[in-house]
């Protein structure tokens, strides 16, 4: 079973930006769109951008669209998610997974906006 490490979270000032990183245990991007996701306390879990398995389509959220931008690399089987001008909104815990995700998720990495 493939296995996701998500890293690159931390707290930064509103207006920042972070980069966050999801290294997959095999070539899994080659074969998936894959999607970062998160999960704000006491709220439910939601989209926030996907891609395909090229690289060449990729999703946004609404609420993430012009701010975020989602890229892969399959010969590092890394995805990435490029944060710039952070909101406290975007204050949440980041997953990537399989989209759509399948029941499993890993850690994910926390993103903290705050002043």
């Known amino acids: 079973q493939v296995q996701l490490v998500e890293s690159g979270g931390g707290l930064v000032q509103p207006g920042g930006s972070l980069r966050l990183s999801c290294a997959a245990s095999?070539?899994?991007?080659?074969?998936?769109?894959m999607g970062w996701y998160r999960q704000a306390p006491g709220k439910e879990r939601e989209f926030v951008a996907a891609?395909?398995?090229?690289?060449?389509?990729?999703m946004y959220a609404d609420s993430v669209k012009g701010r975020f931008t989602i890229s892969v690399d399959n010969a590092k089987n890394t995805v990435y998610l490029q944060m710039n001008s952070l909101r406290p909104e975007d204050t949440a815990v980041y997953y990537c997974?399989?989209?759509?995700?399948?029941?499993?998720w890993g850690q994910g990495t926390q993103v903290t906006v705050s002043s």
């Open positions: 997974n399989k989209n759509p995700p399948p029941p499993s």
């Open positions: 095999g070539s899994i991007f080659r074969f998936s769109v």
């Open positions: 891609i395909s398995p090229n690289g060449v389509v990729t």
